[in-house]
């Protein structure tokens, strides 16, 4: 079974999502959870599943010490799931460049730093923009610069405000994330 390692910072919504299809497909399973904080939404939802959840302040990602830690799990993919901190040039070097993030909006708009989750969404309906949507991207040492892995597009409505773009962008976040998890470990 092919294993990944999930960074999240918050409630980990994408973090279920991609559990729950690794558990129904048998395509990958999450060997552990890692977050920037020491008590997130996610860590309950790891101790549920007996996942184990480490908690690796942001400025321990390059630590030797992070990389042993890790190391043993031998994941094939680092997924990163609403974690909002920069990852250091070390770290995206440990994973041997095999790292991705999914960022709620279509880059190279409404990306860089302070650009996340309700800024994004609230920035699209400010500039009245028609379409919004997802980016899934390999990651670079800069926020949300590196290569498209796969974007999905979603329509802004006349109604919409911030939430409810960001409920519609969520759920597609939560179909794609984990088929396209799937397929970068089959290819
Ligand atoms: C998601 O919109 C994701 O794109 C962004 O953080 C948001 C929250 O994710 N990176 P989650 O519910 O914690 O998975």
Partial sequence: MQQLIVFASGGGSNAKALFNYGKKTNAFSIAAICSDKADPGVKAFAAENNIPFHYIPAKEMSAASTWELLQPYNAQL???????????????????????NIHPALLPHYGGKGMYG??????????????????????????D???????????????????????????????????????????
């Fill in 78 to 100: 680092y997924v990163l799931a609403g974690y909002l901190r920069l990852i250091p040039e070390a770290f995206i070097d440990f994973c041997k460049g095999k790292i991705i």
């Fill in 118 to 143: 309700h800024f994004v969404h609230q920035a699209v309906i400010a500039a009245r923009d028609w379409q919004s949507g997802l980016t899934i991207h390999w990651v670079t040492k800069d926020y």
């Fill in 145 to 187: 610069k590196g290569a498209f892995i796969k974007q999905v597009h979603v329509p802004v409505l006349q109604t919409d405000t911030a939430e409810l773009l960001a409920q519609r962008v969520l759920a597609q976040e939560h179909y794609w994330y984990p088929r396209v998890v799937a397929q970068l470990l089959a290819s």
